[in-house]
C-alpha cells in the first residue's frame, strides 16, 4: 500500500530533507528540523504523490489517504494532550501547501482549524481568554470562506471595517470578545447567504475540503502562472502540511516573525528579520501592522524607537539565535526561517534557503568558506553562473528615489547616463569631443554600430529581446532598452517625445538596461566590484574548471573588456564587423561591387592596412593568447548601398555611371541570402579576399609579437565548410601567403588552420574533414539555424507560438537543443577526434555563454567554450559547475 503520510513531532520524523520531491520543501524542512529536536508543532505531511492521487482521481482524496491521517492526528493529539474537535482542550491545526520549489504566496494555507461555535468556547476557557478565541475563530472563517469555499476574503474585510467604524473604533483598535462573536455571526451570515451553505461546524469534514482546497491550489491561476515563468513543471503536484497550532497572538509575551540567518541583500553575517508582539503569521505577511526589528542592531540601523525581541525577550531570543546558528551550519546556508512564541515558548515552523541578492550570495558562499562550513567546490555550485551580470555593469544606486520617464524591454543589463543623441553620426562626434552620449532609435541596424560603440547606452522604442539593438548591446556590455513603445522618436525635430514631456537632443537622461526604466537627468551609479568576494570566487572556479573560456570580441575595446573578466583567448573575431567602420564600408563596397579582379584587387589593397592595424592591435592586447580569427562570412550583399544616395557615392567613388551600377547591385540580390552566396563561397570565388585577410592576419602576428615578445598562438578559421575540398581549396590560399610572408620577414610563420561546424554535411563528415583541419569551432547559431531549417531572423514570429503550445520547450537559438543539434556536436566531435586525436574543439555560437549548454559542453569533452565579454565570468563559473558535477557524477558522488 502506497504511504500517503509522514508524521513528525517530538524530537523525530518520518521524513527528511531530503525528501524533498515527495514532502515538499516545508514539509521535507519540518520533518528535518523535528529530527534535529529543535522545537517544531508536532504534525503531519500528505505527500506530493498524494496530490496527484487526487487530481487523476477525479477530486477525491486517494484511498486509504483519511485513515493515515486520522492516525497522524491521534499521534499530535498524544503529543499535545489536547483533542481534534474535542470539547475540552481542542487541537486545532494548520493545513499548509508546500511544494518541491517554493513558490512563495501562490498557493493557500488555512489556519486555526478545528474552530466550531463549541471548540471556540473550550479554547477560550483554555487560553483564559476568550477574546484570543473568538478572535482565531474569525481568522478561521476569514481563511476557509476564501480558501476552502471561494468566497472573496474582501468581503469579510469590509464586514469588519463597517463593523468598526459602527463601534466607532479606528482602524488600529482590537476587539473585545463579545464585538469579535459578533463579527463571526457576521461572517457566518453572508457565507450562508452567499453560499447557500452553513459554514461547516464538524471538524473533520472541515479537514477534508481543507486538503482538497490545498491540493486544488496547486492549479489556481497564480500558481500556474508562477510556474510557467518559473520553468517549474505542471506535474510535481503540492504536498500538504497538517500542523498543531501554535498562537502568536495570545497577548505581550506572544509574537511572530520570520528572519533571515544573514542579512539577504548584504551578505552580512547578521541576524536579520523582524515581528509582531500578539499576532498571527499572516499578520506579518499581509502588512498591516508594521512589525519591528528583532535584534538590537537592526532597531538600531532602522533608527526604530520600539523595542526588538532580544530586548523584550531575552532568554527566547538567545534560543532563537541558536537556533538559527545550528539551522545554518546544519544546511550549509543562510537561512530564512518562520517562528512563533507562544507565552515566551518558542516554536519553529518553517526553515529554507533564503533567496539573495547577487552580491550577499557571494558573499555568503565564501565566508561559510572560510568559516568551514561547506568547501569551494559548494560555494562554487552555489552561485547561479548568469546572476554574475548583475556585478559586471555600474547600477544604479540603491537609496536613490527614481523618476521613471518611460519603460521597455531590460535587454543588456547596467546602467548609464548621457546625453541624448539620435544619429550614430552625432554619437561619434560628440564622443570625440569626449562627451557621454546616449543613442535613442526607433530601431538599430549594422550601419549604427559605430554610434552603439560609442554610446554610454541604447533605447529604442521598437524591437524585442533578440532584435539587432539588442543582442549587439549585450555583446558589447552596454546597458540597452528596446520597445520603449510608450515613448516617440521625431528624428526631424531632434526630439524624444513621452507622455507629458518632449526632450531635446543634448539633454540627459539615464538608462537602466536592468530594469528597462529610462530616468530623466544623471543619476548616481554604485561601480561594480571585481575583486574581492567576486574575486576570490572566480579564482576557485578557474581552479576547478577543465574547459578554457576564450570570448568573441571583433574590436580592442572587447578584447580588453574580455580579458579584464578572464578571458583566455578569443574563440572568434568576425572580421566583416572591422568593414563597417567609418569611411572603409566605402572602400568595401567598391571591392564587392568591382566588375573584375584587378577593381577587387585595387580596393583590397586599400583595405589591407586597416585590416592589419586592427589585426595588430587585437594580437597586442591578448599577448601570446590564442587567437581565432575567421574569414570574411556575410552574404555580399549585407555591404551594398542600399539608398539612392549611397549608390551615388559609391558610383561616384568607382567613376561608374549610377545606373550602371544600380544593375550590378541588383544582379548580386540574392533570395536566401543564409544559404547563399557566403562564408567559404566567397573565398572560392574570389580568393583573393581570403589572401589579403590572410597577408592581413600574418603581418599583424608578426607585428604584434616583435611588440610583446610574445608568439601570437594563431588560428584561421574558415565558415560554412560542407566540403572538406572547400576546406582544401581555401587552406592552400591561407598557406600560400604564409609562405609569402615568410620569405619576405625570413621568418617561419606558425598557425592552425580549421573550420566552423555550422552545416549537418560538416557535423556527418567531420571524419574526412579533420584530415585537413587542425581544430573545429561548432558554430552553433548557423548550425542550429541549418539543422532546424529555421531561419534564425525569422523565428521570433513562431518561435513564442510553438513555445506557447507546447511543441517546444526553449528557444533553440537561445539554449542549445541537445537531441538535434547536440547529437550532431557530438558526432562531429567523435569523429573528427578518430581521424586526429589532437584535434582543438570549441563552441563559439551565442550558447558558448549560456551555462545548460555549457554543461552539454563539458560533457562532450570540447576544449573550451567562448563568449561574448560579457558573459566571460559567467562561462568560467558555468564552467566549474559542470566539471564539478561531472566529477561527482563520476566517483557517484
Ligand atoms: P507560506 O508558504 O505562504 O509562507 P505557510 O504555510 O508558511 O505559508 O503559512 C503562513 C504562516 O502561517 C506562517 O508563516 C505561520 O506564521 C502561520 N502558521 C502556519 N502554521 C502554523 C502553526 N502550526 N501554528 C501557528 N502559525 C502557523
Ligand atoms: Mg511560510
Ligand atoms: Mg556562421
Known sequence: MTKWVYRFGGGQAEGRAADLALLGGKGANLAEMASLGLPVPPGLTITTDACLGYFSGGKCLPEGLQAEVLEGIA???????????????????????????????????????????????????????????????????????????????????????????????????????????????????????????????????????????????????????????????????????????????????????????????????????????????????????????????????????????????????????????????????MQDVEFTVERGKLWMLQTRAGKRTTRAALKIAVDLVDEGVITEEDAICRIEPPSLDQLLHPTIDPGIARTVIGSGLPASPGAASGEIVFTAEDAVAAEAEGRKVVLIRIETSPEDIHGMHVAEAILTTRGGMTSHAAVVARGMGIPCVVGAGGLRVDMRNEMLIGPGFTLKRGEIVTVDGSSGHLLKGEVPMVQPELSGDFGRLMEWADRARRMTVRTNADTPADARAARSFGAEGIGLCRTEHMFFEGGRIQVMREMILAEDEAGRRAALDRLLPMQRSDFTELFTIMSGLPVTIRLLDPPLHEFLPKSQEEILEVALAMEMEPGQLTRRVEALHEFNPMLGHRGCRLAISYPEIAEMQARAIFEAAAAAASETGAPVELEIMVPLVGLRAELDYVKACIDKVAADVSAETGRPIGYLAGTMIELPRAAIRAHVIAETADFFSFGTNDLTQTTFGISRDDAASFIPTYQRKGIIVHDPFISLDFDGVGELIRIAAERGRKTKASLKLGICGEHGGDPTSIRFCEEVGLDYVSCSPFRVPIARLAAAQAAIEARRRGSGQ
Open 75 to 333: 499521534a499530535m493529539e498524544a503529543l499535545t494532550g489536547r483533542s481534534f474537535g474535542g470539547s475540552a482542550h481542542p487541537l486545532l491545526l494548520s493545513v499548509r501547501s508546500g511544494a518541491r520549489a517554493s513558490m512563495p504566496g501562490m498557493m493557500d494555507t488555512v489556519l486555526n482549524l478545528g474552530l466550531n461555535d463549541e471548540t471556540v468556547q473550550a479554547l477560550g476557557h483554555d487560553a483564559g481568554d476568550a477574546r484570543f478565541a473568538w478572535d482565531s475563530y474569525r481568522r478561521f472563517i476569514q481563511m476557509y470562506g476564501d480558501v476552502v469555499m471561494g468566497l472573496d476574503h474582501e468581503v469579510f474585510e469590509d464586514i469588519l471595517e463597517d463593523e468598526k467604524a459602527r463601534l466607532g473604533h479606528d482602524y488600529d483598535t482590537d476587539l473585545s470578545a463579545v464585538e469579535w462573536q459578533h463579527v463571526v455571526s457576521l461572517y457566518k451570515q453572508v457565507i450562508a447567504e452567499e453560499l447557500d451553505e452553513d459554514f461547516p461546524q464538524d471538524p473533520h469534514v472541515q479537514l477534508w475540503r481543507a486538503i482538497a482546497a490545498v491540493f486544488s491550489s496547486w492549479n489556481n491561476a497564480r500558481a500556474v502562472t508562477y510556474r510557467t515563468l518559473h520553468r517549474i513543471p505542471h506535474d510535481w503536484g503540492t504536498a500538504v502540511n497538517v500542523q498543531a497550532m501554535v498562537f502568536g497572538n495570545l497577548g505581550s509575551s506572544s509574537a511572530t516573525g520570520v528572519a533571515f540567518t544573514r542579512n539577504p541583500s548584504t551578505g552580512e553575517k547578521s541576524l536579520y528579520g523582524e515581528f509582531l508582539i500578539n499576532a498571527q503569521g499572516e499578520d506579518v505577511v499581509a502588512g498591516i501592522r508594521t512589525p519591528q526589528s528583532l535584534t538590537e542592531e537592526g532597531r538600531l540601523a532602522a533608527g526604530s524607537e520600539r523595542p526588538s525581541l532580544e530586548k523584550l525577550m531575552p532568554a527566547t531570543f538567545a534560543e532563537f539565535r541558536a537556533i538559527c546558528t545550528a539551522l545554518e551550519t546544519h544546511y550549509g546556508d
